[in-house]
């Protein structure tokens, strides 16, 4: 019975702090003028031409080209790639992985770098039930991870990383982003043999975040309860608590979405749709930073969030290759509901049933450890996540040739904001030429003010 009460007062919490999140982004969505402002003709234009510029199976998009890949169980992944065929055999291997609310166009700055053009094959996905990939039923661990895991080695045969010589003929690195990061993250930890390096920027580590929360909740009840039995002479006591606790209380605050994708799921799709997008209008013109901010960039944008609309579902690869049918049946107009599934699903932290029972060789460190090697670049003026709680002691959760670098000037969307762009393309290009250089000083060369925080 007092269980029960507790999950009901729970859900209830979560549920009233849900709506409290809606209403905010909607008066915000007021308030910045995007609400009620109907697209022009233009503006509509602009957007079909995104689309068809990105989604149009038919159409290489700057030298990429785009591609079907269907797993044994019949999901079908999208991925662009500059692959031309034999010439490339030599090539390491880069797998991008974005993060909500985006697609593999997230990636399109990154990818316009020639010389990482020339140095590797670069393979931008789709995560599931985002861009041109399939729906899952839903969005568990283990229904993701192990979708991804498949992709990674099925992309690991067809380009030449383990082939009948052997495995590890050639180099892959995997870069993720936001919730591309976190599962990339689970990925090093879990599935460790997929790269030999993982860069991951601006996704938290849910394992080690966790327990950063608990850690600094129950400091600051100690604080407090030292502090009542002196009240009086114990103020500031009171206040080192309050100031304790402080970073758990801007993390709840910058989290109220993840607590508006909880509510009932009529109200989230209107998050995704109503008042013309504005929610997610508002975290696109976010996410350009200080860079100019067009309106061609908005529809790019708004294309890489909407995935191909209806006209685009029905176009072909040179082989033939087609959309699946759940993205041409149901996702064309709005992915958004299965890209909240991976708030309310438990991707981040439920247990990834693969069979295996987890007691692998290499099982120390703390609970969700990397047992890959691991660059993070982290931009530290992130809205949506903070570093005291994300970056705070990741240091136990890292193994040998790992670094963090830490971003001052960036935001939350490093491959997108100029500077960290360009930050986080150097990192690429030095993992796949071999990491020969420092990387403090290759991507201080780019970006003065970076400071490598950590090295193990
Ligand atoms: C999620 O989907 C898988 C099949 O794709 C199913 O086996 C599992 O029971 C589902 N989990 C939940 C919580 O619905
Ligand atoms: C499977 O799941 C277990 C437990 O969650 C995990 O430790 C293991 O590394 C996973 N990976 C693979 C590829 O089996
Ligand atoms: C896709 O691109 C091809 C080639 O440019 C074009 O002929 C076709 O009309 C486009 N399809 C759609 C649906 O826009
Ligand atoms: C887990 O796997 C290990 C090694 O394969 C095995 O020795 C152990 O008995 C298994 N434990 C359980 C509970 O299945």
Same mark, same amino acid.
């Given at each position: 019975m007092a269980a029960w009460l507790l999950n009901t007062l729970k859900s209830l919490v979560v549920l009233a702090y849900g709506f409290t999140g809606l209403l905010y982004y909607g008066l915000a969505a007021v308030k910045l003028g995007f609400f009620f402002k109907k697209p022009t003709e233009k503006e509509e234009l602009e957007l079909q031409i995104a689309r068809d510029k990105f989604w149009n199976l038919s159409k290489d998009w700057s030298g990429f080209a785009h591609h079907i890949l269907t797993l044994r169980s019949g999901f079908k992944f999208h991925y662009v790639c500059n692959d031309q065929g034999v010439t490339d055999q030599d090539k390491p291997v880069v797998v991008f992985i974005h993060g909500f609310p985006d697609s593999w166009v997230i990636w399109r700055h990154v990818l316009s770098s020639s010389s990482l053009q020339e140095s590797a094959t670069l393979i931008a996905v789709d995560m599931p039930g985002y861009g041109g990939s399939d729906s899952l039923d839903n969005y568990s661990a283990t229904n993701v991870l192990e979708s991804l895991t498949e992709f990674v080695i099925a992309i690991r045969a067809k380009y030449g990383v383990d082939t009948e010589a052997g495995p590890r003929q050639k180099k892959l690195t995997i870069v993720g982003h936001d919730w591309g990061c976190v599962v990339s993250m689970r990925l090093a930890a879990e /599935?460790?043999?997929? /790269? =030999?390096r993982f860069i991951l920027t601006n996704g938290p580590l849910p394992r080690h975040s966790g327990s950063n929360v608990r850690r600094l909740i129950s400091t600051s009840v100690k604080m407090v309860k030292t502090a009542s039995r002196d009240p009086f002479r114990s103020r500031s006591m009171f206040s080192k608590a309050f100031s304790t606790l402080s970073p758990v209380l801007r993390q709840l605050w910058k989290s109220k979405y993840i607590f508006a994708f909880q509510l009932p799921m009529f109200l989230v799709r209107y998050l995704g749709r109503g008042g013309y997008y504005s929610f997610l209008k508002m975290i696109h013109r976010g996410s350009y930073g200080k860079r100019e901010f067009t309106s061609q960039d908005a529809a790019e944008c708004l294309a890489s969030t909407m995935g191909p609309s209806t006209a685009e579902s029905n176009t072909q690869t040179a082989d033939g290759e087609e959309y699946s049918a759940s993205l041409k049946n149901e996702r064309a107009p709005s992915s958004f509901q299965h890209m909240a599934c991976y708030y309310r699903d438990g991707t981040s932290m439920a247990r990834w049933n693969n069979g295996s029972n987890g007691t692998g060789l290499f099982d120390d460190g703390p609970k969700g450890a990397l047992k890959a090697s691991a660059t993070i670049l982290w931009g530290k003026a992130d809205i949506a996540l903070e570093p005291q709680i994300c970056l705070d002691g990741i240091s136990d959760y890292l193994v040998t040739d790992s670094q963090l670098v830490e971003l001052s000037l960036s935001g939350h969307f490093t491959p997108v904001e100029r500077e960290s762009q360009v930050a986080l393309e150097k990192a690429v290009e030095w993992a796949v030429k071999? +990491?020969? +250089? =420092?990387i403090g000083a290759v991507i201080k060369a780019c970006y003065p003010t970076a400071v490598v925080a950590l090295r193990k």
């Open positions: /599935a460790p043999q997929l /790269a =030999d071999g +990491e020969k +250089e =420092d």
